[in-house]
T-cell receptor, first 109, second 114 residues
Framework: GQNIDQPTEMTATEGAIVQINCTYQ??????LFWYQQHAGEAPTFLSY??LDGLEEKGRFSSFLSRSKGYSYLLLKELQMKDSASYLC??????????WGAGTKLIIKP | GAVVSQHPSRVICKSGTSVKIECRSL??????MFWYRQFPKQSLMLMAT?????????EQGVEKDKFLINHASLTLSTLTVTSAHPEDSSFYIC??????????FGPGTRLTVT
């Protein structure tokens, strides 16, 4: 079956760095997405990785290792507004998104 | 970037009535649109996938006669919740996929059935 695993909840301090991991087992792979979702709102796109390596975009970076079925989202210089759920999703061979359950990130001052 | 709109953003209806939610891709043609439901503190649950001009494909456990999906054009899909009940109260989110397989989300519709 298809499976996406990510931690349920993480806590970090304002100004610090946090890494949210995601492991996946899917039928085929056409890229991995990270989305941010604030409570009561729809997800917003953060990043897309289809090749191995690190993609950096401002304070956020995303890493992919296809051989290990592993990705992480790295958030630097954390701000209170980064408190949200972070969803990992993999596009399978049918170009369907398979969703993880999301990681709730709590930022403390 | 591509924009997907949803209307209404919030709706309150009485039990037994039907509610229609519209999803539009504003600046691109969506080959496929997806409808998700999200209950509080839970992840997105895919309800159905619809391709323009064809019948929607429903996920297991989703009643197709209760959740009617119409994908009339490459920019519009509608979800009608028929004979709504309080347990249908949820956050409904649509997304639209372009020809590059990139998926864009609408802002969501909060449905409350009293």
């Amino acid at each position: 079956g298809q499976n996406i695993d990510q931690p349920t909840e993480m806590t970090a301090t304002e100004g610090a760095i946090v890494q949210i991991n995601c492991t996946y087992q899917t039928s085929g792979f056409n890229g991995l997405f990270w989305y941010q979702q604030h409570a009561g709102e729809a997800p917003t796109f953060l990043s897309y990785n289809v090749l191995d390596g690190l993609e950096e975009k401002g304070r956020f970076s995303s890493f992919l290792s296809r051989s290990k079925g592993y990705s992480y989202l790295l958030l630097k210089e954390l701000q209170m507004k980064d408190s949200a759920s972070y969803l990992c999703a993999v596009m399978d061979s049918n170009y369907q998104l398979i969703w993880g359950a999301g990681t709730k990130l709590i930022i403390k001052p | 970037g591509a924009v997907v709109s949803q209307h209404p953003s919030r709706v309150i209806c009485k039990s037994g009535t039907s509610v229609k939610i519209e999803c539009r891709s504003l600046d691109f043609q969506a080959t496929t649109m997806f409808w998700y439901r999200q209950f509080p503190k839970q992840s997105l649950m895919l309800m159905a996938t619809s391709n323009e001009g064809s019948k929607a494909t429903y996920e297991q456990g989703v009643e197709k006669d209760k959740f009617l999906i119409n994908h009339a054009s490459l920019t519009l899909s509608t979800l009608t919740v028929t004979s709504a009940h309080p347990e249908d109260s949820s956050f409904y989110i649509c997304s639209a996929r372009d020809r590059e397989y990139e998926q864009y989300f609408g802002p969501g519709t909060r449905l409350t059935v009293t």
